[in-house]
């Protein structure tokens, strides 16, 4: 069982950035691939990023590259979301997840979620 905690949500301009952290309560994200992903209103949830389990292999929906960056710390207890040069297109609920192995962009494949926090990106 793997708990997660999301937090650095915000309401911020465009342009402006914002890192998300995604921590393991009670645990490490050991041999998970831990995934981004967001979900606007109206909108179905969509895949932002992922990092591998050492950290080495790391993928973003092409929307977000070069903006985004996701990181985990040498602990893997914490995956963080640093994103810069926001745009309002980004307002989302950002929800991290964790699933054993290695995973992909389905959500599906994404065994354990938070329960998200807010970003809203104003013009």
């Known amino acids: 069982q793997v708990d997660l905690v999301e937090s650095g949500g915000g309401l911020v301009q465009a342009g402006d950035s914002l890192r998300l952290s995604c921590a393991a309560s009670?645990?490490?994200?050991?041999?998970?691939?831990i995934g981004w992903f967001r979900q606007a209103p109206g909108k179905e949830r969509e895949f932002v990023a992922r990092?591998?389990?050492?950290?080495?292999?790391?993928d973003y929906r092409d929307s977000v590259k070069g903006r985004f960056a996701i990181s985990r710390t040498s602990a893997m207890n914490t995956v963080y979301l640093t994103m810069n040069s926001l745009k309002p297109e980004d307002t989302a609920v950002y929800y991290c997840?964790?699933?054993?192995?290695?995973?992909?962009?389905?959500?599906?494949?994404?065994?354990?979620w938070g329960r998200g926090t807010q970003v809203t990106v104003s013009s």
């Open positions: 009670g645990g490490t994200f050991r041999m998970h691939t």
């Open positions: 997840a964790a699933g054993w192995g290695s995973k992909g962009v389905d959500g599906r494949e994404y065994v354990y």
């Open positions: 990092i591998n389990w050492s950290g080495g292999i790391t």
